[in-house]
């Protein structure tokens, strides 16, 4: 007997052992997001993905050819002469250059008088028996209007009418370092209908099947004349069995971050996935921005706070893409005062592309990075 338990029991140990492991891996995942729940880190999802069909490619739009303006033909100048009547005693004058105009002029007929203006009496007023010190100061409407007109920013007119680009998706490739070198892929798509938009980026380090690390944001809002007003934003990133999500919320006086936390809101804030397609918005309203020595101003909301990032553009670089070579503006943040888990992004932005990212580099420090670069044209669904 004590035989066969002991010839039975190599069959039955790793079954056995097998079983404990899925066990502890679910037990290690359910404790793992209830503490997140009860730390304030976990949040649900709330935002439904809008569904999109993409139907074309774009192409790179070639810059418009400057022609070189065309030699003028010298103009050679007429002589005009003024011919007046000879004396009667004179003799007859030589004849005129056939090139020579003869203008006649003659005395304009005197102006009738006007007749005299008639003189009415003037009336009293209600108004007339009102002292002048009491009268308000009359306003300046003309003088006011022009200081407003002055005022406002030149942008407001071309964010009015900016036309904004249909459904886009952008697909990356990804190389990088994260406890070792790492590959994988991204993706990233703007997702517009009419007024209202979502932005959905997703980033998948490792292969597809087992990921080592995966990271999504998404954004939806509004748009208005000042680009995107996000509304919500939602985060959620997965190491191994570990996961965490978050949420913030964006009101007009307020923005409702993690963890209870929450800041004043600013003009024109943004959050990290909306950031890319403001940046989009911005260059494509006011091209001289994106010139080498500038630096754009953008509010940012991150997970604790709300503040004032700063990006400068660094200059023109011409990119070896897989399906061509793209002329880029490459765009860099600098911050004075950087958390070591905040992640910053370095971004290279095609005007023959509407603007695009073509290149993103996320950086946590010097040894954690994922580079994404695009691996085919962007996809686009039909304008709407």
């Given at each position: 007997?004590?035989?066969?338990?002991?010839?039975?029991?190599?069959?039955?140990?790793?079954?056995?052992?097998?079983?404990?492991?899925?066990?502890?891996?679910?037990?290690?995942?359910?404790?793992?997001?209830?503490?997140?729940?009860?730390?304030?880190?976990?949040?649900?999802?709330?935002?439904?993905?809008?569904?999109?069909?993409?139907?074309?490619?774009?192409?790179?739009?070639?810059?418009?050819?400057?022609?070189?303006?065309?030699?003028?033909?010298?103009?050679?100048?007429?002589?005009?002469?003024?011919?007046?009547?000879?004396?009667?005693?004179?003799?007859?004058?030589?004849?005129?250059?056939?090139?020579?105009?003869?203008?006649?002029?003659?005395?304009?007929?005197?102006?009738?008088?006007?007749?005299?203006?008639?003189?009415?009496?003037?009336?009293?007023?209600?108004?007339?028996?009102?002292?002048?010190?009491?009268?308000?100061?009359?306003?300046?409407?003309?003088?006011?209007?022009?200081?407003?007109?002055?005022?406002?920013?030149?942008?407001?007119?071309?964010?009015?009418?900016?036309?904004?680009?249909?459904?886009?998706?952008?697909?990356?490739?990804?190389?990088?370092?994260?406890?070792?070198?790492?590959?994988?892929?991204?993706?990233?798509?703007?997702?517009?209908?009419?007024?209202?938009?979502?932005?959905?980026?997703?980033?998948?380090?490792?292969?597809?099947?087992?990921?080592?690390?995966?990271?999504?944001?998404?954004?939806?809002?509004?748009?208005?004349?000042?680009?995107?007003?996000?509304h919500r934003f939602e985060g959620e990133q997965r190491v191994a069995f570990r996961s965490r999500r978050w949420a913030m919320t964006f009101e007009p006086e307020r923005v409702l971050l993690p963890e209870g936390r929450e800041a004043p809101s600013m003009p024109g804030v943004q959050d990290e996935a909306s950031l890319f397609v403001q940046l989009t918005w911005l260059f494509t309203t006011q091209p001289q921005t994106l010139q080498a020595g500038r630096s754009i101003d953008v509010p940012l909301a991150v997970s604790r706070r709300v503040e004032v990032w700063k990006y400068d553009v660094i200059g023109q670089e011409t990119l070896q893409l897989p399906f061509g070579e793209v002329s880029t503006m490459h765009v860099k943040p600098r911050r004075l005062v950087k958390s070591s888990s905040e992640l910053t992004a370095e971004m290279w932005f095609a005007p023959g592309l509407q603007y695009l990212p073509v290149r993103i580099l996320i950086q946590q420090d010097a040894d954690t990075f994922i580079d994404l670069t695009l691996q085919r044209a962007p996809q686009q669904a039909a304008a709407r």
């Open positions: 007997m004590a035989g066969a338990l002991r010839s039975a029991s190599p069959l039955k140990r790793p079954l056995g052992v097998a079983l404990l492991v899925v066990v502890t891996l679910a037990h290690l995942w359910l404790s793992n997001d209830l503490m997140e729940d009860r730390l304030g880190f976990g949040a649900t999802p709330s935002m439904r993905h809008i569904e999109v069909s993409y139907v074309r490619e774009l192409a790179v739009a070639p810059p418009a050819p400057v022609e070189a303006p065309r030699p003028r033909a010298p103009v050679r100048p007429r002589r005009v002469a003024a011919a007046k009547a000879p004396p009667a005693s004179a003799p007859a004058s030589a004849p005129l250059a056939a090139d020579t105009i003869v203008v006649k002029v003659e005395p304009l007929p005197a102006l009738p008088t006007p007749p005299p203006m008639l003189e009415l009496p003037v009336l009293p007023s209600p108004a007339s028996s009102v002292p002048p010190a009491a009268l308000p100061a009359p306003s300046a409407p003309t003088a006011a209007a022009s200081a407003v007109a002055a005022a406002a920013p030149a942008s407001a007119a071309s964010a009015a009418t900016f036309d904004w680009p249909p459904s886009t998706r952008l697909s990356y490739g990804m190389t990088g370092n994260y406890r070792g070198e790492v590959q994988g892929s991204a993706t990233v798509e703007w997702i517009r209908v009419g007024l209202r938009y979502q932005v959905h980026m997703e980033a998948i380090v490792g292969a597809s099947f087992a990921p080592l690390l995966v990271r999504r944001a998404s954004s939806e809002g509004e748009l208005g004349d000042n680009g995107l007003m996000p």
